[in-house]
Structure formats: C-alpha cells, structure tokens
C-alpha cells in the first residue's frame, strides 16, 4: 500500500521560509515520479513542482519559479521542497504526489495536504 505523509507545514511571515518533507513508502521512490501541488481557500489545485526520470527533470511552476527548490532523498525515500521569499499568495495546502510512471504527466497517489500559511 502506497502511502505519502507530508510534513513541515505552518505559520510564516513574508518573506520568511519553510521545508515541506514528504514522506514515501510502499513505492519503488527511485523511479517515480514525485510531484508537489497546492490549493488555496476557493481555487483548483495547481501544480508547483516535479522531479521526474530519477531527479533528471526538475520542474516548477511559473509563480515559485527562484523561490521554491524541490528535492529527493532516494536513500530515505523523502522529497522536500523549500520554499523560500514566500508571499501571502502562497498560502494554500500544499500535497505531495507520487507516481510509478517516471515521466507521469498525472499522480496516482496523493498525500493528505499539509497547510502553509503566509501572513502580511
């Protein structure tokens, strides 16, 4: 059984930092495909980073793009993202993701969100 346990979640000021960690087990870590969303109070989901192909590919979206840095650490089977510079606007819950595809486009398994919050 696949399961995904985020961690690192909480309160920060502008501009400050934060660590999320995902936690995998039940998956050959080595070859999926790990991803990180988020979703804000009222809106979709929306994708903020992937490694993809053994850490070959490393992808964000357009809005962390310099301030977020997503990472693995295939002997412990975590990924992490730090998030750095953070905005009000990054507040939301943050999932992490997993999928045996390496290149998966979509995420058969998910995590159960951890909340980040940015105030002003």
């Known amino acids: 059984q696949v399961r995904l346990v985020e961690s690192g979640g909480g309160l920060v000021q502008a501009g400050g930092s934060l660590r999320l960690s995902c936690a995998a087990s039940g998956l050959t870590f080595g ?5 990180w969303f988020r979703q804000a109070p009222g809106k979709e989901r929306e994708f903020v ?19 977020f840095t997503m990472s693995r650490d295939s002997a412990r089977n975590l990924t992490h993202l730090q998030m750095n510079s953070l905005k ?33």
């Not at 070859?31 to 991803?35: D, F």
């Not at 507040?91 to 105030?119: F, H, R």
């Open 31 to 35: 070859n999926s495909a790990m991803g």
């Open 49 to 67: 980073a992937a490694i993809k192909w053994r850490g070959v590919f490393t992808t964000y979206a357009d809005s962390v793009k310099g301030r």
């Open 88 to 120: 009000p606007e990054d507040t939301a819950v943050y999932y992490c993701a997993a999928d045996p595809n390496p290149l998966a486009a979509k995420y058969t398994y998910w995590g159960q969100g951890t909340q980040v919050t940015v105030s002003s």
